[in-house]
């Protein structure tokens, strides 16, 4: 499990594999001055809603893995991270699309966030 800290008012676990995908296209549009919504599902324990958040390259974010290798990327998933992101809801967390990653098979999808908690 990785975690995403938002500006030292929260923090958010995602599986180590969602969280690299999340990164570069967090990544991309903040390098492009683009603030946008950031939106996902909550896990169970903090009230099975949703969170959402605004993103802007002013403020700070921490992006801390938990596993020592860095995951493998699917072109095809940053995509449509990406599309959910260019719209007026934002980014949203979807399901990586199935079929191979450089011949090699894809690890699940998307894990639900399981804190929704601020820190």
């Not at 690299?20 to 990544?27: C, K, N, T, Y």
């Not at 699309?97 to 011949?103: C, Q, S, T, Y």
């Amino acid at each position: 499990m990785g975690k995403f800290a938002y500006d030292k008012a929260l923090s958010v676990d995602f599986d180590d594999r969602t969280l690299a995908h999340l990164q570069i296209v967090i990544g991309m549009k903040l390098r492009r001055g683009e603030s946008f919504y950031f939106s996902w599902k909550d896990d169970h324990a903090v009230g099975d809603g949703r969170t959402a958040i605004w993103l802007h390259p002013s403020i700070p974010l921490v992006y801390k893995y938990y596993g020592s290798r860095l995951p493998r990327i699917n072109p095809e998933w940053v995509r449509a991270l990406e599309m959910t992101a260019n719209t007026n809801i934002g980014l949203q967390v979807v399901d990586e699309p199935a079929g191979p990653v450089g011949g090699a098979g894809t690890a699940p999808g998307a894990a639900p966030v399981t804190n929704g908690a601020a820190s």
